[in-house]
Protein backbone atom coordinates (compact mmCIF):
# COMPACT_ATOMS: atom_id res chain seq x y z
CA UNK A 1 0.00 0.00 0.00
CA UNK A 2 1.57 3.39 -0.83
CA UNK A 3 -0.54 5.32 0.66
CA UNK A 4 -0.15 4.91 4.24
CA UNK A 5 -2.43 8.07 5.28
CA UNK A 6 -5.30 7.17 3.19
CA UNK A 7 -6.96 4.86 5.57
CA UNK A 8 -6.26 6.90 9.08
CA UNK A 9 -9.24 8.05 11.18
CA UNK A 10 -10.25 11.69 10.79
CA UNK A 11 -8.40 12.85 14.17
CA UNK A 12 -5.07 11.06 13.49
CA UNK A 13 -4.78 12.47 10.14
CA UNK A 14 -5.76 15.74 11.43
CA UNK A 15 -2.56 15.40 14.09
CA UNK A 16 -0.56 14.42 11.14
CA UNK A 17 -1.64 17.50 9.81
CA UNK A 18 -0.22 19.38 12.79
CA UNK A 19 2.16 17.76 13.60
CA UNK A 20 3.61 17.94 9.49
CA UNK A 21 2.92 21.68 9.05
CA UNK A 22 4.75 22.89 12.89
CA UNK A 23 7.50 19.94 12.05
CA UNK A 24 7.38 19.28 15.88
CA UNK A 25 4.08 19.25 18.37
CA UNK A 26 4.71 19.83 22.14
CA UNK A 27 2.29 17.34 23.71
CA UNK A 28 -0.29 16.20 21.44
CA UNK A 29 -2.80 14.03 23.04
CA UNK A 30 -1.73 10.48 22.94
CA UNK A 31 -5.04 8.48 21.65
CA UNK A 32 -4.20 10.87 18.09
CA UNK A 33 -0.37 10.03 18.05
CA UNK A 34 -0.79 6.33 18.94
CA UNK A 35 -1.59 5.12 15.80
CA UNK A 36 0.79 7.36 14.03
CA UNK A 37 3.97 6.46 16.09
CA UNK A 38 3.06 3.21 15.10
CA UNK A 39 3.20 3.47 11.68
CA UNK A 40 6.33 5.43 11.97
CA UNK A 41 4.53 8.32 10.64
CA UNK A 42 5.83 10.01 13.79
CA UNK A 43 8.78 9.86 16.30
CA UNK A 44 7.82 10.66 20.02
CA UNK A 45 10.22 12.33 22.52
CA UNK A 46 9.14 13.01 25.86
CA UNK A 47 6.79 15.63 25.03
CA UNK A 48 7.70 16.28 21.87
CA UNK A 49 6.28 14.55 18.36
CA UNK A 50 8.11 14.84 15.34
CA UNK A 51 7.89 14.49 12.12
CA UNK A 52 9.54 11.61 10.16
CA UNK A 53 10.16 11.17 6.38
CA UNK A 54 7.80 8.35 6.05
CA UNK A 55 5.44 10.88 7.59
CA UNK A 56 6.14 13.48 5.56
CA UNK A 57 5.73 11.61 2.78
CA UNK A 58 2.56 10.04 3.48
CA UNK A 59 1.10 13.53 4.32
CA UNK A 60 2.10 14.72 1.27
CA UNK A 61 0.32 12.32 -0.73
CA UNK A 62 -3.12 12.78 0.97
CA UNK A 63 -2.63 16.44 1.44
CA UNK A 64 -1.84 17.12 -2.23
CA UNK A 65 -5.12 18.75 -4.00
CA UNK A 66 -5.53 16.42 -7.78
CA UNK A 67 -3.93 18.30 -10.11
CA UNK A 68 -5.31 19.94 -12.74
CA UNK A 69 -8.64 19.68 -10.48
CA UNK A 70 -11.16 23.19 -10.63
CA UNK A 71 -9.96 23.33 -6.43
CA UNK A 72 -6.50 23.09 -7.41
CA UNK A 73 -6.71 26.01 -9.86
CA UNK A 74 -8.22 28.08 -7.22
CA UNK A 75 -5.70 27.14 -4.78
CA UNK A 76 -2.97 27.68 -7.23
CA UNK A 77 -4.58 31.37 -8.19
CA UNK A 78 -4.48 32.21 -4.09
CA UNK A 79 -0.77 31.05 -4.35
CA UNK A 80 0.13 33.53 -7.29
CA UNK A 81 -1.41 36.11 -4.96
CA UNK A 82 0.22 35.28 -1.82
CA UNK A 83 3.96 35.56 -2.61
CA UNK A 84 3.78 39.64 -2.85
CA UNK A 85 1.51 39.44 0.38
CA UNK A 86 3.68 37.18 2.18
CA UNK A 87 6.89 39.80 1.44
CA UNK A 88 4.46 42.27 2.84
CA UNK A 89 3.76 40.40 5.95
CA UNK A 90 7.59 39.17 6.81
CA UNK A 91 8.56 42.95 6.26
CA UNK A 92 6.08 44.43 8.40
CA UNK A 93 6.71 41.52 10.90
CA UNK A 94 10.69 42.60 10.46
CA UNK A 95 9.61 46.70 10.57
CA UNK A 96 7.61 45.50 13.95
CA UNK A 97 10.60 44.57 15.62
CA UNK A 98 13.36 46.48 14.40
CA UNK A 99 13.23 50.19 13.26
CA UNK A 100 14.74 52.23 10.77
CA UNK A 101 18.84 51.88 10.91
CA UNK A 102 17.89 48.24 12.80
CA UNK A 103 17.09 50.00 16.00
CA UNK A 104 14.90 47.14 18.51
CA UNK A 105 11.70 48.47 18.59
CA UNK A 106 10.77 49.10 21.91
CA UNK A 107 7.38 49.98 21.47
CA UNK A 108 7.42 53.56 23.17
CA UNK A 109 6.29 55.67 20.22
CA UNK A 110 2.52 54.49 19.37
CA UNK A 111 2.48 56.26 15.84
CA UNK A 112 5.23 54.10 15.01
CA UNK A 113 3.85 51.34 16.35
CA UNK A 114 0.07 52.31 14.47
CA UNK A 115 1.72 52.41 11.15
CA UNK A 116 2.83 49.31 10.88
CA UNK A 117 -0.09 47.73 12.74
CA UNK A 118 -2.60 49.88 9.76
CA UNK A 119 -0.91 48.28 7.07
CA UNK A 120 -0.54 44.75 8.88
CA UNK A 121 -4.16 44.78 8.89
CA UNK A 122 -4.48 45.88 5.18
CA UNK A 123 -2.39 43.59 4.57
CA UNK A 124 -4.64 40.31 6.20
CA UNK A 125 -7.55 42.06 4.84
CA UNK A 126 -6.58 40.81 1.17
CA UNK A 127 -5.17 37.84 2.74
CA UNK A 128 -8.49 37.03 4.40
CA UNK A 129 -10.17 37.94 1.09
CA UNK A 130 -8.38 35.02 -1.00
CA UNK A 131 -8.82 32.57 1.98
CA UNK A 132 -12.36 33.12 2.13
CA UNK A 133 -12.53 32.32 -1.42
CA UNK A 134 -10.11 29.20 -0.98
CA UNK A 135 -12.21 27.67 1.73
CA UNK A 136 -15.31 27.55 -0.28
CA UNK A 137 -13.50 24.73 -2.40
CA UNK A 138 -11.16 23.30 0.01
CA UNK A 139 -12.18 23.06 3.68
CA UNK A 140 -8.70 22.64 5.28
CA UNK A 141 -8.25 26.60 4.74
CA UNK A 142 -11.72 27.44 6.33
CA UNK A 143 -9.93 28.23 9.63
CA UNK A 144 -7.53 30.64 8.67
CA UNK A 145 -9.48 33.85 8.44
CA UNK A 146 -10.68 33.56 11.98
CA UNK A 147 -7.13 32.34 13.42
CA UNK A 148 -5.38 35.46 11.75
CA UNK A 149 -8.26 38.01 12.68
CA UNK A 150 -8.35 36.31 16.65
CA UNK A 151 -4.83 37.30 16.84
CA UNK A 152 -4.96 40.78 15.41
CA UNK A 153 -7.17 41.27 17.82
CA UNK A 154 -5.41 40.96 20.55
CA UNK A 155 -2.57 42.88 18.63
CA UNK A 156 -5.06 45.59 18.56
CA UNK A 157 -5.83 45.35 22.51
CA UNK A 158 -2.04 45.97 23.25
CA UNK A 159 -0.73 41.99 23.31
CA UNK A 160 1.99 42.83 21.09
CA UNK A 161 3.07 39.15 21.33
CA UNK A 162 0.85 38.55 19.08
CA UNK A 163 2.11 39.81 15.89
CA UNK A 164 5.04 37.53 15.85
CA UNK A 165 5.84 35.16 18.64
CA UNK A 166 6.73 31.57 18.05
CA UNK A 167 4.94 30.73 21.37
CA UNK A 168 1.57 31.79 20.58
CA UNK A 169 -0.84 31.18 17.17
CA UNK A 170 0.49 35.03 16.29
CA UNK A 171 -0.21 36.81 13.03
CA UNK A 172 3.23 35.25 12.17
CA UNK A 173 2.84 31.64 13.49
CA UNK A 174 -0.62 31.17 11.64
CA UNK A 175 0.70 32.80 8.70
CA UNK A 176 3.47 30.59 8.28
CA UNK A 177 0.79 27.17 8.79
CA UNK A 178 -1.12 28.91 5.94
CA UNK A 179 2.21 29.19 4.03
CA UNK A 180 3.40 25.47 4.83
CA UNK A 181 -0.71 24.58 3.91
CA UNK A 182 -0.66 26.44 0.20
CA UNK A 183 2.96 24.23 -0.22
CA UNK A 184 1.57 20.93 0.67
CA UNK A 185 -1.98 21.58 -1.29
CA UNK A 186 0.27 22.31 -4.35
CA UNK A 187 3.43 19.73 -4.16
CA UNK A 188 5.67 22.99 -4.00
CA UNK A 189 8.71 22.85 -2.15
CA UNK A 190 10.12 25.62 -0.33
CA UNK A 191 13.49 25.34 -2.30
CA UNK A 192 11.25 25.35 -5.25
CA UNK A 193 10.09 28.91 -4.20
CA UNK A 194 10.95 32.60 -6.10
CA UNK A 195 12.37 34.38 -3.61
CA UNK A 196 10.87 37.56 -3.23
CA UNK A 197 12.96 40.24 -2.03
CA UNK B 1 38.24 31.58 20.17
CA UNK B 2 41.71 30.11 19.69
CA UNK B 3 44.54 32.49 17.90
CA UNK B 4 44.16 31.55 14.74
CA UNK B 5 41.24 31.42 12.85
CA UNK B 6 39.86 31.18 9.09
CA UNK B 7 36.97 33.53 7.58
CA UNK B 8 34.58 30.79 5.83
CA UNK B 9 31.94 33.45 4.95
CA UNK B 10 29.89 36.42 5.38
CA UNK B 11 26.24 37.19 5.56
CA UNK B 12 23.45 39.97 6.78
CA UNK B 13 22.37 40.14 10.28
CA UNK B 14 19.52 39.93 11.68
CA UNK B 15 20.21 42.76 14.62
CA UNK B 16 23.54 44.53 15.71
CA UNK B 17 25.03 42.14 18.72
CA UNK B 18 28.72 41.44 20.33
CA UNK B 19 30.63 39.19 19.06
CA UNK B 20 29.33 35.50 20.04
CA UNK B 21 30.77 31.75 19.46
CA UNK B 22 30.22 28.38 19.59
CA UNK B 23 30.27 24.68 18.21
CA UNK B 24 28.51 24.43 14.88
CA UNK B 25 25.89 21.97 13.83
CA UNK B 26 24.35 21.39 10.81
CA UNK B 27 20.10 21.00 11.18
CA UNK B 28 18.22 19.96 8.68
CA UNK B 29 15.35 17.65 10.34
CA UNK B 30 12.45 17.48 12.87
CA UNK B 31 14.15 14.16 13.90
CA UNK B 32 17.53 15.54 14.70
CA UNK B 33 15.85 18.99 16.92
CA UNK B 34 14.81 15.73 18.68
CA UNK B 35 18.05 14.73 19.20
CA UNK B 36 19.76 18.05 20.05
CA UNK B 37 16.78 18.24 22.57
CA UNK B 38 18.36 15.25 24.67
CA UNK B 39 21.39 17.29 25.49
CA UNK B 40 19.49 21.02 26.48
CA UNK B 41 22.99 21.89 28.15
CA UNK B 42 25.17 21.56 24.98
CA UNK B 43 22.53 23.16 23.24
CA UNK B 44 23.67 26.59 24.77
CA UNK B 45 26.61 26.33 23.33
CA UNK B 46 25.41 25.46 19.77
CA UNK B 47 25.48 27.52 16.60
CA UNK B 48 22.54 26.33 14.43
CA UNK B 49 23.75 26.07 10.74
CA UNK B 50 20.29 26.17 8.64
CA UNK B 51 19.76 25.47 4.85
CA UNK B 52 15.96 26.79 5.00
CA UNK B 53 14.63 30.00 5.93
CA UNK B 54 11.32 29.12 6.28
CA UNK B 55 12.03 26.00 8.48
CA UNK B 56 8.95 26.00 10.67
CA UNK B 57 10.45 22.86 12.88
CA UNK B 58 13.03 24.59 15.16
CA UNK B 59 10.42 26.67 17.56
CA UNK B 60 11.52 23.76 20.12
CA UNK B 61 15.38 23.97 19.09
CA UNK B 62 15.26 27.68 19.22
CA UNK B 63 13.12 27.56 22.53
CA UNK B 64 15.97 25.91 24.24
CA UNK B 65 18.81 29.29 23.79
CA UNK B 66 20.93 28.17 21.27
CA UNK B 67 24.25 30.53 21.22
CA UNK B 68 23.08 31.76 17.46
CA UNK B 69 22.59 30.89 13.92
CA UNK B 70 23.55 30.56 10.57
CA UNK B 71 21.63 30.26 7.65
CA UNK B 72 22.85 29.67 3.93
CA UNK B 73 20.21 31.19 2.23
CA UNK B 74 16.96 34.15 2.56
CA UNK B 75 17.50 37.60 4.38
CA UNK B 76 16.67 39.33 7.56
CA UNK B 77 13.14 39.58 6.43
CA UNK B 78 12.83 35.85 6.25
CA UNK B 79 10.51 33.93 8.69
CA UNK B 80 14.07 32.39 10.45
CA UNK B 81 15.43 36.32 11.13
CA UNK B 82 11.83 36.92 12.25
CA UNK B 83 11.48 33.94 14.91
CA UNK B 84 15.44 34.34 15.74
CA UNK B 85 14.59 38.04 16.42
CA UNK B 86 11.54 37.13 18.76
CA UNK B 87 13.88 34.94 20.87
CA UNK B 88 16.37 37.61 20.83
CA UNK B 89 18.72 34.81 19.21
CA UNK B 90 22.09 36.13 17.11
CA UNK B 91 21.62 35.40 13.32
CA UNK B 92 23.16 35.56 10.39
CA UNK B 93 21.20 35.32 6.67
CA UNK B 94 22.26 34.78 3.56
CA UNK B 95 25.35 33.44 4.34
CA UNK B 96 27.74 31.92 1.18
CA UNK B 97 30.26 29.61 2.79
CA UNK B 98 33.55 28.95 1.72
CA UNK B 99 34.70 26.25 3.09
CA UNK B 100 32.47 23.05 4.64
CA UNK B 101 31.56 23.50 8.43
CA UNK B 102 31.94 20.15 9.79
CA UNK B 103 29.83 19.81 12.79
CA UNK B 104 31.83 20.14 15.88
CA UNK B 105 33.62 23.20 14.57
CA UNK B 106 34.00 26.06 16.31
CA UNK B 107 32.91 29.41 14.82
CA UNK B 108 32.95 32.99 15.55
CA UNK B 109 30.35 35.16 14.42
CA UNK B 110 31.71 38.98 14.22
CA UNK B 111 28.28 41.60 13.73
CA UNK B 112 30.75 44.19 12.05
CA UNK B 113 27.89 46.54 11.40
CA UNK B 114 24.08 46.70 10.21
CA UNK B 115 24.50 44.95 7.10
CA UNK B 116 27.38 42.95 7.42
CA UNK B 117 28.64 39.72 9.59
CA UNK B 118 31.53 37.35 9.15
CA UNK B 119 32.24 33.61 10.49
CA UNK B 120 35.19 32.49 10.96
CA UNK B 121 36.20 29.11 12.13
CA UNK B 122 38.66 27.73 14.01
CA UNK B 123 42.17 26.54 12.89
CA UNK B 124 42.40 23.21 14.63
Known amino acids: MNDPAATLAPQAWETLCEVRLRGTLLRPDPHHTGELELMGLVVRRGDLVAITDAGRAAHAARARIAPGSPEEAAAREVYQRFGPLNARLLRLCTEWQLRPGGVPNDHSDPEYDIRILDRLTATLDCACAELNRLAAVDARFAGYADRLDA ?19 SVHSVWMLL ?8 GVSRADEQPVA | MSATSTVIGTGTPTFATGAVDGEAVHVTSPLEVLDLLDDTA ?51 MGVALTAPLPDGTRVEITFDDAEHATIRASDR
Open chain 1, 179 to 186: HEELLCAL
Open chain 1, 151 to 169: AMRRVDRGEHAWVASVTCD
Open chain 2, 42 to 92: RVAGLVLLIDEPGATFLSPLLLAGPRAVICTAGTPKSHLGIVTREFDIPCV
